[in-house]
């Protein structure tokens, strides 16, 4: 549905090229909602101004649903851009208007009749659950609404693509939920294709069915989100399923162990880690269900003399061990 290949982007600059995305390849399946994450600066600003084609690539492609974005001229490129939604972090509702006229403003745009655009807003606004708030400025409406009424926005123009930039940061973790499940319930419903760009974990894990993470504009891991967690010790399987930070003066040796539920049952390895309290204690722990699989990582604490035998034993028993101290 979406395909980069070989994307790249470059700004010159009087001290030396600045290089955005350094040959970026990315597929994401139709019905997907991906999840895109990375530090400052990695990339993610650019990649939504390529995909949206607001800039052209220095070399490579975009294409959406098989229509190569970058080669078009500007005529042809104004008609795709209307089937990629943009749902902003900041809404950007305009406060002049009412929510219905918010969202029929997009359709107004495009020539669509106000009869017609406005009927489209009321469906659009029960489909977000805000049927009876039509009438209201966004000043009368929650953080939460806005952010209900910028999606129903973005859904104006049937967009194949629903493209979401960093949609929860301004608000607060119950009203993300909400809207991060509003965001599921419309790829549910409508069958379309989402990409987030976020850098909040909690969001991938709630949400997507599939991650990639850029690192200085290239892509540094990407997997369907049960291939991801389970690729233990690297970044994202350490982002994805946190532990609480070492306490400060703790010398001991430690051991940091990763497990999927695909491989060994919950129960289990909660058994087995009770049978080593002679030797090792947990630090800390996180249990997941992330693509409705059970995925965990403990820290065990232990003496330096015992590291080899826990280790031995942990992994015998199928379960991933790495030294951490």
């Not at 959406?64 to 089937?83: A, S, Y």
């Not at 080593?276 to 995925?295: K, P, Q, Y």
Request: some cysteine.
């Amino acid at each position: 549905m979406i395909t980069l290949t070989n994307l790249r982007k470059v700004y010159p600059s009087p001290d030396g090229d600045v290089i955005a995305l350094d040959g970026l390849d990315l597929d994401v399946d139709r019905g997907e909602i991906h999840g895109i994450v990375g530090p400052s600066g990695a990339g993610k600003s650019t990649l939504i101004r390529c995909l949206t084609a607001l800039e052209r690539p220095t070399s490579g492609t975009v294409a959406i649903d098989g229509v190569h974005l970058t080669g078009l001229p500007e005529r042809e490129l104004r008609q795709q851009r209307r089937r990629i939604g943009m749902v902003f972090q900041h809404v950007n509702l305009l406060d002049a208007r009412t929510a219905l006229d918010n969202v029929a403003y997009p359709l107004r745009i495009a020539g669509t009749s106000r009869a017609h655009a406005r009927r489209r807003a009321r469906e659009l606004l029960d489909l977000v659950g805000l049927a009876d708030r039509g009438g209201s400025h966004p000043a009368y409406l929650s953080g939460g609404q806005q952010q209900r009424v910028g999606i129903a926005r973005a859904l104006a123009g049937d967009p194949a693509v629903l493209l979401c930039d960093e949609p929860s940061s301004a608000l607060d973790w119950a009203t993300t939920r909400q809207v991060l499940e509003l965001v599921k319930q419309v790829r549910d419903r409508l069958g379309i294709t989402v990409l987030i760009i976020t850098h909040e974990m909690s969001v991938v894990r709630q949400v997507c069915d599939s991650v990639t993470l850029l690192d200085h504009g290239r892509v540094a891991q990407h997997g369907a989100l049960r291939d991801v967690v389970t690729d233990y010790g690297t970044t994202l399987a350490r982002d994805l399923i946190p532990l609480a930070a070492t306490p400060v003066g703790v010398e001991r040796a430690q051991l940091e162990v990763s497990f999927s539920s695909a491989d060994v049952p919950v129960g289990q390895v909660l058994a087995r880690l009770a049978d080593l309290n002679d030797l090792a204690g947990v630090e800390s722990g996180t249990i997941e269900t992330l693509a409705g699989e059970r995925v965990g990582r403990f820290q065990l604490d232990l003496r330096a003399g015992d590291k080899d035998t826990v280790t031995e034993r942990l992994r015998a028993f199928g379960l991933h061990v790495e030294v951490t101290r």
